[in-house]
């Protein structure tokens, strides 16, 4: 089928685009360049009256202005047109390259290590804190709503070390108390399920049916009998692809005969989970389509790119044969290890982890963020004037890109560090006892040319996951209970899955919980090039984001939910009230894999561990400091920076 622009809606008067990222920079773009111009509105803003982040809409996540000047300094024409340098003036014990949940998190340890006195500067080149953990907020008619825009959860694959548990705890989050704040039974009152939706282009016919399996955290699970006897009546499949499918789920037979568990989990480390299907399985080649996107929210990739170990690790089917003895084989991903005290260690926020960000905040620059709880941090509005003052022992400047870390001297030797950044289109320069580099390795080489060699070559091995969260503001969701569904995975479309968000109601925030009231739904893409090793899809995926226009993904938005729930009645023209990208061309910290990087398989040195050494009075943080993509791996590393420092 095919949809005008009138008839998806693209005409409409829905909240889509924030004044600095539309009409003011449209107004100016003939005279001034667009990133100097919203460079100068943000820096402005941030201590203007109404200066809201959260609540601005359309292309978020790596927004317009946040990224411009770092791509100059990487294709080295930054220097031959930037301005003269101008000083500050101001000296400070530690400054703090990002200001996300590592940077954060760096400059709390710190204090607590050198005094509550001690001065930080915290650096951030986005309109907001928090790094990914961005939050979304929504107004539709008079019901408030917040979304995650970044970072999902408190979870990890593995548990939480004494160090994070204990931020966690300092911040007053208690995650036993989750069930108590998670309306999880609301869906299955309403009888949604899981469903699954086949596109045209990729099956032949567009259709949406009941999932035969479900995804329970990171691990996919068998639905009922009746599911699946749906799935075979519904699904646009041949009659041999759908036995293949009823065959995969259930089959127990061993094929690697004559192999013990642990030389059989060596061979799925050396093959794709793509090349299990086919080869050894031998599975219609739409069951490989039907499977291909399950581990994108984790790897960012499809099973093309991913070992059958990690997908055994995982749940996917078709391993009950080869009679696996539980542990994890070497090469294994840090992803697809059970474990029951980490799975038991899971928190939802709202808005996702932006209230641990938050409520890091507050611990250092109370007067910002109003409040005593965690329960309050959810509805406190920031005080985004009360983030940069002097005299404040922390301050937290944003719009604010650094371009250059050098120490003054030799570094072995050396007593402070200049940082050099620009805001507003001037270039400036500030001085530290110490740095810490919290933002993604890639960018540090171009920041230090300082650094030997082989961490150079470290930090540049690192990669980041590009991905989209978006999050649509419905006005109702009706049309979902029509469909008896709260969740849409569609392997072959733009946005992989579509989910209407947990109910979850924390202090004086009320989630909706009737179908004739509004709703956010999220929804996720991963541009994959399939066939691709993993780094390769990562490229060109970000190459893709970054060309991609709001109005490219806000048709594909409301094309796929005309398509995948028109049958319950969605109109995207009617329905949809506001809508908000969070692009992030650098997203998850690339997580090792079998399958790509031998050291990981052979047990070698790991990049990650040379690429965070520190070097004279700089040290390094973030997820990418241990090749984990998770929030505990955040302050961990931040912790071990902070250590790092010299005295």
Request: glycine share 8%.
């Amino acid at each position: 089928m095919h949809w005008t622009d009138k008839e998806l809606g693209m005409d409409r008067r829905i909240t889509r685009r924030d004044f600095m990222q539309g009409a003011a920079m449209a107004i100016a773009a003939a005279t001034t360049p667009p990133a100097s111009l919203f460079a100068q509105q943000a820096a402005e803003a941030q201590n203007a009256p109404g200066y809201d982040p959260p609540a601005a809409h359309g292309l978020r996540g790596s927004h317009v202005g946040s990224f411009e000047v770092a791509h100059r300094l990487r294709d080295g024409t930054f220097w031959a047109n930037a301005a003269k340098p101008e000083s500050t003036g101001e000296t400070y014990d530690l400054i703090v390259v990002g200001g996300g949940i590592s940077g954060l998190s760096s400059a709390r340890f710190f204090h607590q290590a050198a005094g509550k006195s001690a001065r930080v500067l915290i650096l951030e080149n986005h309109d907001d804190f928090g790094g990914h953990a961005k939050r979304n907020e929504f107004q539709v008619d008079q019901t408030f709503m917040l979304g995650y825009g970044g970072t999902y959860a408190i979870e990890s694959p593995a548990p939480y070390s004494p160090v994070a548990k204990g931020v966690i705890r300092d911040l007053g989050i208690d995650v036993s108390s989750y069930s108590r704040h998670n309306d999880d039974k609301l869906y299955p009152s309403l009888g949604l399920k899981p469903k699954i939706f086949f596109d045209q282009e990729t099956f032949g016919a567009d259709r949406l049916v009941a999932s035969p399996s479900a995804r329970h955290r990171n691990t996919m699970v068998a639905q009922s009998a009746k599911a699946w006897d749906e799935f075979s009546a519904q699904a646009p499949l041949t009659e041999k692809a759908k036995s293949d499918v009823k065959r995969l789920y259930t089959l127990d037979e061993d094929l690697m005969p004559g192999l013990t568990s642990d030389q059989k989990k060596a061979k799925l480390a050396r093959m794709s989970y793509t090349d299990y299907l086919t080869n050894l399985v031998k599975v219609d080649p739409k069951v490989v389509a039907l499977l291909q996107a399950h581990p994108q929210p984790l790897y960012g990739v499809g099973i093309d790119a991913v070992s059958a170990q990690d997908a055994w690790g995982l749940g996917q089917p078709g391993f009950n044969g080869l009679k696996l003895a539980p542990g994890a084989g070497p090469g294994m991903g840090r992803d697809s290890i059970p474990n029951e005290e980490a799975e038991d260690f899971f928190f939802h926020f709202p808005d996702g982890n932006s209230s641990i960000a938050r409520l890091l905040v507050r611990s250092l620059l109370p007067g910002a963020v109003p409040g005593n709880s965690a329960d309050d941090i959810v509805t406190s509005q920031i005080r985004y004037d009360q983030l940069d003052q002097a005299g404040s022992p922390t301050r937290i400047r944003l719009n604010s890109t650094v371009v250059k870390v050098r120490h003054d001297g030799d570094p072995a030797i050396a007593k402070e560090v200049e940082v050099t950044y620009v805001q507003k289109g001037q270039v400036y320069t500030v001085k530290a006892a110490h740095c810490i580099l919290a933002c993604w390795h890639t960018v540090i080489p171009f920041l230090n040319t300082e650094l030997p060699a082989a961490q150079v070559a470290a930090l540049r091995s690192a990669e980041k996951v590009p991905l989209v969260y978006t999050n649509v503001a419905l006005k109702n969701w009706e049309s979902f209970v029509r469909l008896q569904t709260a969740s849409i995975y569609a392997p072959g479309s733009y946005f992989t899955e579509a989910r209407l968000d947990h109910r979850v109601s924390i202090g004086n925030y009320h989630c909706t919980n009737k179908p004739d009231e509004p709703i956010v739904l999220t929804m996720s893409r991963y541009p994959c090039s399939p066939g691709l090793p993993a780094r390769s899809q990562h490229r060109a995926g970000r190459a893709n984001l970054y060309a991609t226009s709001f109005e490219t993904f806000e048709r594909n938005i409301r094309e796929q939910l005309a398509r995948s729930a028109g049958a319950g009645g969605f109109d995207p023209a009617r329905d949809i009230a506001a809508i908000t990208v969070n692009r992030w061309p650098h997203g998850y910290a690339y997580q090792y894999n079998s399958l790509w990087d031998p050291f990981w398989l052979e047990g070698g040195p790991l990049p990650c561990v040379e690429a965070r050494k520190p070097f004279g009075r700089i040290a390094i943080a973030n997820a990418d400091a241990d090749a984990y993509a998770y929030t505990d791996c955040a302050i961990n590393q931040a912790y071990r920076a902070v250590n790092d420092l010299k005295a």
